[in-house]
């Protein structure tokens, strides 16, 4: 076993994939519907500038020589979406620690749009052909409803480019008042995509951070193991 790991990480090492500019473009997508009011958005939006510097964050995005290409936004109704953040190279701490503060002082774009989920996946799909060239591509989608404007995610996912692009989900479970009781089997159903794709959920939008913090985490380091692993592993 230790002899084909051995084997696998030198044929893996030797790939021309490993001659990408970077590991991972990651898109991570905010929602600001209107369920979401100005307390909320502010959880929200400083969680994430918070989880971005967390000391175990910061570790993950440095596991690797190779670097991890950052964007930001923010999305509510069909046509509305802003870019917070454009695509940029985390290669110092210096430049993660510039990033989150922006998107901490950043402020709203809308407050007063319903729930596009279809249009802001498509809106990603369409920022990811602006990546850098990266090994791997993964979009984030945080939320606390479903989609009630335009078209849904199994839209998107058919008419947009999604073939090398993994779409995980956060769920911020804080909607019990709209009775989005289903909102986390809605996300696994409708939201997931890609090999490996995950839900996170957030009890609250003050549990968004930690929540958002252990996400992160999670597909930073991933990506060190799932290099390794054989097509057909379990």
Same mark, same amino acid.
């Given at each position: 076993?230790?002899?084909? +790991?051995?084997?696998? =990480? $030198?044929? /893996?090492?030797?790939?021309?994939?490993?001659?990408?500019?970077?590991? +991972? @473009?990651?898109?991570?997508?905010?929602?600001?519907?209107?369920? %979401?009011?100005?307390?909320?958005? *502010? +959880?929200?939006?400083? =969680?994430?500038?918070?989880?971005?510097? @967390?000391?175990?964050? &910061? !570790?993950?995005?440095?596991?690797?020589? &190779?670097? /991890? *290409?950052?964007?930001?936004? !923010?999305?509510?109704?069909?046509?509305? &979406?802003?870019? $917070?953040?454009?695509?940029?190279?985390?290669?110092?701490? @210096?430049?993660?620690?510039?990033?989150?503060?922006?998107?901490?002082?950043?402020?709203?774009?809308?407050?007063?749009?319903?729930?596009?989920?279809?249009?802001?996946?498509? #809106?990603?799909?369409?920022?990811?052909?602006?990546?850098?060239?990266?090994?791997?591509?993964?979009?984030?989608?945080?939320?606390? =409803?479903?989609?009630?404007?335009?078209?849904?995610?199994?839209?998107?996912?058919?008419?947009?480019?999604?073939?090398?692009?993994? %779409?995980?989900?956060?769920?911020?479970?804080?909607?019990? #008042?709209?009775?989005?009781?289903?909102?986390?089997?809605? #996300?696994?159903?409708? %939201?997931?995509?890609?090999?490996?794709?995950?839900?996170?959920?957030? @009890?609250?939008?003050?549990?968004?951070?930690?929540?958002?913090?252990?996400?992160?985490?999670?597909? $930073?380091?991933? +990506? !060190?193991?799932?290099?390794? &692993?054989?097509?057909?592993?379990?």
């Amino acid at each position: 076993m230790i002899r084909w +790991l051995g084997a696998l =990480g $030198l044929a /893996v090492t030797g790939s021309p994939l490993w001659a990408e500019t970077c590991r +991972l @473009a990651l898109a991570l997508a905010m929602d600001i519907s209107t369920s %979401v009011d100005a307390t909320e958005d *502010a +959880l929200q939006r400083q =969680g994430l500038a918070n989880a971005l510097i @967390a000391p175990e964050v &910061q !570790e993950a995005f440095f596991l690797s020589p &190779q670097p /991890v *290409a950052l964007a930001v936004y !923010e999305w509510s109704g069909s046509f509305n &979406q802003t870019l $917070l953040l454009d695509w940029t190279i985390i290669d110092t701490r @210096a430049n993660l620690i510039s990033a989150a503060h922006r998107i901490g002082t950043s402020k709203r774009s809308e407050d007063e749009f319903p729930t596009a989920m279809g249009h802001a996946l498509a #809106f990603g799909a369409t920022l990811m052909e602006s990546a850098p060239n990266c090994l791997f591509q993964t979009i984030d989608i945080s939320g606390d =409803g479903k989609n009630n404007d335009g078209y849904g995610p199994q839209i998107a996912y058919k008419h947009f480019p999604f073939e090398n692009t993994t %779409v995980n989900g956060l769920v911020i479970n804080a909607a019990d #008042f709209e009775g989005e009781i289903d909102l986390i089997p809605f #996300f696994q159903k409708n %939201v997931l995509h890609g090999p490996g794709a995950f839900l996170e959920i957030a @009890a609250g939008f003050e549990d968004f951070e930690r929540a958002m913090r252990r996400k992160l985490e999670r597909e $930073l380091k991933g +990506l !060190e193991l799932s290099a390794l &692993q054989p097509d057909n592993a379990k």
